[in-house]
């Protein structure tokens, strides 16, 4: 993760671009750089390794002067973070290219590029691209077109700003797998990979598509591109969200705001992390492979919310990457005399990175025998990121709400990515890995259907309202689903509930089930169902009354105190995902209906940093 900006204007564009950097900085923030052209088509540079505000400081005592530049805050995943391979990337003295993503195939263009006589002075993917714009620049003395003739060999996700010395009022932008939006200004024009970089300069946006290319020219002339090198337009569309999280919008709660924005911090979760050929391996860091082929085993620890996604991860990561895989709360964990297998790789989940027992437990593992930390967490900069050796970070951005919502499903999606990528490196199964990939892409759409079916849901709360207690039921891989749905409902219902493995009902729990306790039970289309319905045909036979979440093509008969909801069919790997949904959001309506503090429920924090 990285973040892009660049300008052409008649004015100075060192200030909007360091703004834009700076509000990029939460896509990443180890080092950072700008080229600017200046009126006399030469090509100047400064980087500096560490935060924006580093690069302020070099450019406070030696300032870029010039209409027309990029400008880049890096996140490493080829080379470390040091000054020699920040961006901008150039060659010679007329190429300069800022990226966000991974070139795949880099090690092969740069062989090609080293026996012609191009040198390197990075470790980075990103200077091939520099040098295979400047070799087509010879021919085609034409930018744009040198570009896309580079694209055409490119293998990976990417989103590029490109300048060169002969075309001083010219920015060319391309997207693949990466996000960039161009803004429009008035006689300017602008590209960032995120449009909260460029809203001091203009609200109005064009969001370039998959494939894309676009040429930034004087006067604010923009072209676009597609794929097939077709000249598009695409709509110009205006910024109306203002400054999105610390407001509840036109939401009742920001536990609904939070809700309704999880079809984009899934997508957001997934950017860039996904190739040709499957997830990215090095966008979990530069030393992610060499760990992950290493690793012969899995620790995970967490709270809270965060434990019942790793959870979910145990299942996962023995299922499709065949890795065994212990999951344990953090305040157990780091009390206990704790077995480490040689080849243990140790997980921390969070959403806030400031958790007392979990980062404890952080710091008990690094004094044992373990290969090496991975956090997956929601906070940049948080302590858990910056004592871990690996970082993923989710990108659900802030979560004001209490109960966790979208860090939760962020996180599953995450998981699903580090799953993968371990699997690859184990070399697993390569066509159900495709297909889950699949499935991921098409993830956000899902969730977008499952928001729709709100209306259905809020209606099923009533039955919730007046009663003490319910039950959740789930198996495999949605017990720890059914799990967070019982927790949701008692952080801000305040109502008493349990969630047990379906099978477990007959061992002791069926002995509370009557007519007034609501019996919810998750059912996907998946191997398991046939034994769930049993269950639920002991839960039925007590006079208990059931809800059952199940996808659309699951033939569960109708009956007097069954009450159904069909979900949109998904990828079995990917269900626990989406059935996550209705579950908070029954919790939720259950909660206004009773009346209670939604975002802040009693005796509760966001965030617990004592022990
Ligand atoms: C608190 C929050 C929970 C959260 C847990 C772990 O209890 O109320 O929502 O799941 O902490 O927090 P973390 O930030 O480590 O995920």
């Given at each position: 993760m990285c973040g892009i900006v660049?300008?052409?204007?008649?004015?100075?564009?060192?200030?909007?671009?360091?703004?834009?950097?700076?509000?990029?900085?939460?896509?990443?923030?180890?080092?950072?750089?700008?080229?600017?052209?200046?009126?006399?088509?030469?090509?100047?540079?400064?980087r500096a390794a560490g935060k924006v505000a580093a690069l302020a400081d070099c450019l406070e005592s030696v300032p870029l002067a010039g209409g027309t530049g990029i400008a880049h805050t890096r996140w490493a995943t080829h080379g470390r973070p040091t000054e020699r391979n920040a961006h901008p990337h150039q060659s010679g003295e007329d190429v300069a290219i800022v990226h966000n993503g991974i070139i795949e195939n880099y090690e092969s263009l740069k062989q090609e590029l080293a026996e012609q006589g191009y040198t390197f002075a990075s470790e980075t993917d990103t200077e091939v691209v520099a040098h295979l714009v400047a070799r087509e620049?010879?021919?085609?003395?034409?930018?744009?077109?040198?570009?896309?003739?580079?694209?055409?060999?490119?293998?990976?996700?990417?989103a590029l700003g490109v300048v060169h010395a002969s075309e001083p009022k010219v920015v060319i932008g391309a997207r693949k797998g990466s996000p960039l939006v161009v803004g429009v200004g008035i006689e300017e024009a602008f590209l960032a990979s995120d449009p909260l970089a460029l809203l001091q300069v203009t609200d109005r946006f064009i969001y370039l598509r998959e494939g894309d290319v676009v040429r930034l020219s004087e006067g604010g002339r923009i072209e676009i591109f597609d794929a097939q090198g077709q000249a598009v337009s695409r709509p110009v569309q205006t910024y109306e969200h203002g400054d999105g999280a610390s407001s509840k919008g036109d939401y009742r709660h920001f536990m609904l705001k939070e809700i309704h924005e999880q079809p984009k911090v899934i997508e957001a979760t997934l950017e860039g992390r996904i190739g040709d050929n499957g997830v990215l391996v090095k966008s979990f860091g530069i030393e992610a492979e060499s760990l992950f082929s290493r690793a012969k085993q899995i620790h995970i620890v967490a709270c809270g919310t965060s434990y019942h996604a790793g959870m979910v991860a145990r299942y996962w990561l023995e299922r499709y990457a065949g890795?065994?895989?212990?999951?344990?709360?953090?305040?157990?964990?780091?009390y206990r005399r704790v077995v480490v297998p040689e080849g243990t790789l140790f997980v921390t989940l969070s959403q806030s990175g400031e958790t007392a027992d979990t980062l404890a437990a952080l710091r008990f593992a690094q004094e044992r025998d373990y290969l090496g930390s991975l956090a997956i967490c929601n906070v940049p900069g948080s302590s858990l990121v910056r004592e871990s050796d690996l970082t993923l970070m989710t990108q659900a951005g802030p979560e004001i709400g209490v109960?966790?919502?979208?860090?939760?499903?962020?996180?599953?999606?995450?998981?699903?990515?580090?799953?993968?990528?371990l699997a690859k490196v184990r070399g697993q199964e390569p066509e159900r890995q495709a297909q889950i990939v699949e499935g991921l892409r098409s993830l956000p759409e899902r969730v977008k259907e499952v928001l729709r079916l709100d209306p259905q849901i809020e209606a099923l709360s009533a039955a919730f309202a007046e009663?003490?207690?319910?039950?959740?039921?789930?198996?495999?891989?949605?017990?720890?689903?059914?799990?967070?749905?019982?927790?949701?409902?008692?952080?801000?219902?305040?109502?008493?509930?349990e969630a047990y493995p379906a099978g477990e009902l007959k061992?002791?729990?069926?002995?509370?089930?009557?007519?007034?306790?609501?019996?919810?039970?998750?059912?996907?289309?998946?191997?398991?169902?046939?034994?769930?319905?049993?269950?639920?045909?002991?839960?039925?036979?007590?006079?208990g009354e059931l809800f059952v979440f199940a996808d659309e093509n699951v033939a569960i008969e109708r009956a007097e105190g069954v009450h159904m909801l069909r979900l949109p069919h998904i990828d079995d790997a990917l269900a626990p995902i989406l059935y996550t949904l209705p579950l908070q959001l029954l919790s939720y309506h259950v909660a206004v209906l009773k009346g209670t503090d939604v975002d802040q429920p009693r005796n509760l924090a966001k965030s617990v940093t004592v022990e």
């Open positions: 660049g300008a052409v204007a008649q004015r100075n564009v060192q200030e909007i671009l360091l703004e834009g950097l700076k509000r990029l900085e939460y896509r990443g923030y180890d080092s950072a750089g700008m080229a600017v052209l200046d009126g006399r088509s030469r090509l100047h540079r400064q620049y010879e021919s085609t003395q034409d930018l744009l077109t040198s570009l896309q003739h580079v694209l055409a060999r490119l293998h990976g996700a990417y890795i065994p895989t212990q999951v344990e709360v953090a305040s157990e964990y780091r109960a966790s919502t979208k860090a939760f499903t962020t996180q599953l999606t995450a998981l699903m990515l580090f799953t993968l990528a009663k003490h207690h319910a039950l959740f039921l789930g198996r495999g891989s949605h017990f720890p689903i059914a799990l967070e749905g019982a927790l949701k409902l008692k952080e801000i219902s305040y109502i008493h509930a061992h002791g729990p069926l002995a509370l089930v009557d007519s007034e306790m609501p019996v919810i039970s998750v059912a996907p289309n998946d191997e398991l169902l046939d034994k769930l319905k049993s269950n639920l045909q002991e839960v039925r036979a007590r006079g």
